[in-house]
Nanobody, 115 residues
Framework: QVHVVESGGGLVQAGGSLRLSCAAA??????MGWYRQAPGKQRELVAA???????NYADSVKGRFTISRDNAKNTVSLQMNSLKAEDTAVYYC???????????WGQGTQVTVSS
């Protein structure tokens, strides 16, 4: 059985920082990452990292967010700096396993940035 559990999130003022963490278990995950969904919008990729360390970021967060991963622990973290009001969303941890990929999701954690 696969488990994906997030922690972190909360309320922060614009310009502040937050760190999200996610732990996954039950499969070998070839990629892990973070997506977000704001009210009335589609879920979008924020950042992802492969088991080999290759990263991918949304243009809107490049230079502000950093994703990191511990393969031995199957954990992924997202350090978010210089937060903006438009970063407000529910953030979901995603873990991909198998081929073709099976997607596993966390329950989501709210990030609210006040302007």
């Amino acid at each position: 059985q696969v488990h994906v559990v997030e922690s972190g999130g909360g309320l922060v003022q614009a310009g502040g920082s937050l760190r999200l963490s996610c732990a996954a278990a039950g499969r070998i995950f070839v990629a892990m990452g973070w997506y977000r969904q704001a009210p009335g919008k589609q879920r979008e990729l924020v950042a992802a990292i492969t088991s080999g360390g290759r990263t991918n970021y949304a243009d809107s967060v490049k230079g502000r967010f950093t994703i990191s991963r511990d393969n031995a622990k199957n954990t992924v973290s997202l350090q978010m700096n210089s937060l903006k009001a438009e970063d407000t969303a529910v953030y979901y941890c995603n873990a991909k396993a198998g081929w073709p990929y099976n997607d596993y999701w966390g329950q989501g954690t709210q990030v609210t940035v006040s302007s």
